[in-house]
Structures are given as C-alpha cells and as structure tokens.
C-alpha cells in the first residue's frame, strides 16, 4: 500500500473517532439533560398522629379505614373512574390529567378493592370514626391538627412527636408533568405509628354506658362508671354528643354538646343522703334505728319544706327514710347530729375538691358549704336532703358511692392509665402502683356495710333500677336547679349505684338535665346497662 492510501485511511480513521466522540458527548449531554429535568413529586395521601388506647390496648381512634385513589394522568385512569365520579369531579380530574398533573381522590367509601392500571388503591386510616365514642374525653382537633380539648389537648406534644404520612410520589419533567412509563411510589414515613397514650376506659363498658344514654332519651345529661377498688373511671360520657370532624355545627346547639358534663358540677339532691347517713352512723350506729315520723314536710322558722310530692310517709327509720327518699327524715337527721359532722364526711368523700384526671384534665370542685353558712337552719335544712348550696360532679358522686361499696376507702378518681411506645410497650403512670398505700379509710366497714344492706333495699324495692340477673345497690335524686322554664321547676335527676352488691365491679352515676324524676330517667338506665355487661360477660 502507497503512502497516499496509508495517509487517507488515517484521516478516515481519525474522522470517524472525533465522530464517535462527538456522538458520545452529545448523548451524555441529553442523558444529562435528563438528570436534571427528572425528578419526584410527592402528595401527601393521609396524616396521623399518636393513637389513644382504652385500658385493653384497644384504639379509641385511627381506627377507621378508608382508601384513596392515586391516579396517574392517562386516558384510562380517567375512564377507570369515570362511572364512579360526579360531573364536578370529573371535569376537574381532566383538567388535573390535560396538564400532566397526578391526582390522589379520597373516597367517601370503599368502592375500589384493588388496583388497576394507572390507578393505585390505597388504604389510609380516618382519625375519628362516623359514630365515635368517648367524643367528649377524648376531645378534637383544629384545622392545624393539634389538640383543642379532651386527652387530645392534654396529650398534644406527645400525640405529635409520633406524627405520621402516607405519601405518593410521582416522576415529573421540570415542568411538573408526569413522565409516562415510571412507577408512582407509595411512602410511609412512620404512618400509624403505635406510639400513643393509653387511658383506663374500658371500650366494652362505654359502648354500653353510651348506648343506654341514647336507648333512653338522655339527651341532655351524662353518665360515669368507676373501679371502686381503685378510681379507675372505666367509662365517661356526655349528651349531647358533637361530631369531632365537624365541630362548628355544634358551636350554636343549645344544651352545651362541646361541654363535658360529667367534670361538671350540679344540684345533687338525695344522692346526697348517704353522706348524711355515713356521718350519722359514724358517730353511732344506732343512728340507723333512729326513727323519725314523716308528715310531707318540715317548717323550718317559717320555711316550709315538703319531701317529694307532699307525700307523708309515717313512722320510718334509715333504711326506709333512704329507700322512700324521705327529705324530712334527713332534715331530722342532720339536725340531730349537726352539720360539722355532715361537712367532715362530704369532704372525706371528695366533696368540695377537683380532681385531677389526668395531665391538664380537671374535674370541677363544685361547693360544699361553709360551716359558717351552715348556720343557718335553713342552709342546715337544704344540706340535709342534697338541696340549697350544694353542687358536685357526677365524679364526685361516684367516688363518694365508691368508698361505701369498697368496704369504707377513698379512691381518687383517673382516667390516665400511661405512655405507649412505637413497639407496644406500655409505660404506665408511676401512682397507679400505690394505689393499695393510697387508699385511706374514711368511714368504718360496719358503716359501709349498713349502708350497703340500705342501698341493696332501695334498689330491691324499686323494679326500673333493678338489673335482671345480678344484684345491685344504689340511689336515686331529683335535685331542683332553683331555675323555673315556663312556670315549671326545673330539675336534674340521677341514679347513682354499683353492681354486684358484695364484689362491686364499677359504680355508675347518670344524671339528666330538666328531667322529671330519677326513679324515671335514669334508674332504667342504670339497669340496662348493668343487664349489658352481665349479658356481654
């Protein structure tokens, strides 16, 4: 070969390398171009925060399941979905998909069970649920979500601190648009963690406790169920009830439905009396023989005070005063032993003083009056029978009705039960340990158990408040508010009681506002729900 082909094929050669060079810097530059313009969009699908638990480590909330639809911009998402969609909807779906645009479309109910194509199904948690129970304690959420009132308040930063998402990402060019051919991702960053906060209900007793409120017409009132043994508050509950996922429909709705009404405190009327008959058998047991003859009323220095309905109810001692709800009776009574000693008891049973519930929840103290006002004898009258000054909670109620049942110890009432980890594990709250040191008798046990031998007979002789197959004790109330609507006198009525007589489970405290007796309204209450447990049992 010459000189001259050698030279060409060289030039050859050495053009077709600087070309291959050339058409690898341009493919790295376009591969470049790519890197920079490729990139994922993510959208956010759903948020949770920290669970509530009952004292079963069953959720109270993020319980209720729902799914979304991630859709990738394409005709046949579009037409997937189509059938399933409104006009509106529709109309802004193909405008979403005409700009290249993905879209997450949470369902109002589970219509897709699985994916297909370009459309993904995915489950996401609701926090609260259509019929959510234990509203009132648990609380609600502002537009920020954080916690406005209940444990969701009291609870907020650590609720928080174990916040979570569940997000879609997508690939899109520079300009947002969906690059077709690439797989959206589904990303859980700690969403519906375990972590949370665990409380003493008990969700078998409130759904119960709940469910009687409603079967009953208590629509305006509240009810709380208690562990004698230890002030564990195993049910709380509150009417009218309010939507947590929509708060502002009840912000004008009369009867208070945002207000917890069992940290409330209200005219008792004759729960009252077993604290003036705890008082009267402390200070001598004989007290209970003590007969009294009922005419329907008392004049107190020209005050005439009747007992219900007038009725005269003859010669009575304390079984029958409590059983009959004798006003003059224990108008007597409290006569006769003086009101020192009524105040002394009321406050060992927890009259008079909050309770503390849990971090930031509070029970109202309510008022118990003075001994200087006491000296009254009209004042000293109304105390007698639960009426005048007297307000308290229906917790309050509850615990003083806990230390008889108990055998004579004072328990103080909590709902917080402790912490709960990301992996289960519960931490509980370090006082709940001492309980058993904690406890501190307050009346003797042949006091509590006279007591107990009474309440069993109001109940035995009074067939709406009497469960069907266990036994019970307890009291009814039908307090005047001192308030009168359309020339009637308005009252709140009650039932107060536990179950069974000698190995007491909870106590129960209803209450009802503008009711009309106690023996109507919430006796039978009282009695379902006890027939409840024992059936669920």
Known sequence: MNKRVLVIFA?????????????????????????????????????????????????????????????????????????????????????????????????????????????????????????????????????????????????????????????????????????????????????????????????????AVENSLDRYGIDSGCAVAMDPKTGAIRAMASRPNFNP???????????????NKTLSAYSVGSTFKVVVAAAALEKSLENGNLAYTCTGGVDVFGTKISCFGGVSHGVLNMEEALVNSCNSYFINLINYIGAEDVLEMAKKMGYGEPFLLASGLVSSAGNLPSLETLSSPVAQANLGFGQGELLATPIQIATAFSAIANGGYFVSPYVYFGLVSSNMELSVNPSLTNDVK???????????????????????????????????????????????INGKNVCHTWFAGWFPVDEPQLVIVIMKENGTTGISDCAPVFKNIVDTLVDIE
């Open 11 to 207: 030039l050859c050669v050495l053009s077709l390398g600087l070309l291959s060079l050339r058409i690898l810097s341009i493919d790295a530059g376009e591969y470049a171009e790519v890197g920079v313009y490729k990139s994922s969009r993510r959208m956010e699908i759903s948020r949770t925060r920290g669970r509530i638990y009952d004292r079963n480590m069953e959720p109270m909330v993020n319980n209720t399941e729902l799914s979304a639809l991630v859709m990738k911009p394409t005709i046949s998402a579009l037409n997937y979905v189509k059938p399933y969609v409104g006009a509106e909807k529709l109309s802004d779906l193909r405008t979403s998909f005409g700009a290249g645009s993905p879209c997450v479309m949470k369902l109002p109910k589970r219509i897709f069970e699985k994916s297909v194509g370009d459309v993904r199904v995915v489950e996401y948690k609701r926090r609260y649920a259509d019929k959510q129970y234990c509203t009132h304690l648990i609380g609600y959420l502002d537009s920020s979500g954080s916690g406005v009132s209940g444990i969701e308040k009291c609870y907020n930063s650590y609720l928080n601190e174990n916040s979570g998402t569940l997000s879609a990402a997508f690939y899109v060019d520079a300009k947002g648009r969906d690059l077709s051919g690439l797989d959206l991702e589904i990303i859980d960053d700690n969403y519906d963690t375990s972590a949370g906060v665990a409380l003493t209900i008990d969700m078998k007793v409130q759904k």
């Open 245 to 259: 996922m929509d708060v502002a429909s009840s912000l004008k709705e009369k009867n208070s439905p945002l207000v």
């Open 438 to 484: 904690e406890k501190k008798r307050i009346m003797s046990t042949t006091t509590s158990e006279s007591l107990k031998n009474m309440l069993f007979s109001v109940v035995e002789k009074n067939e709406k408040g009497k469960p069907e197959n266990t036994n019970a004790c307890g009291k009814t109330a039908t307090a005047e508010t001192g308030q009168i």
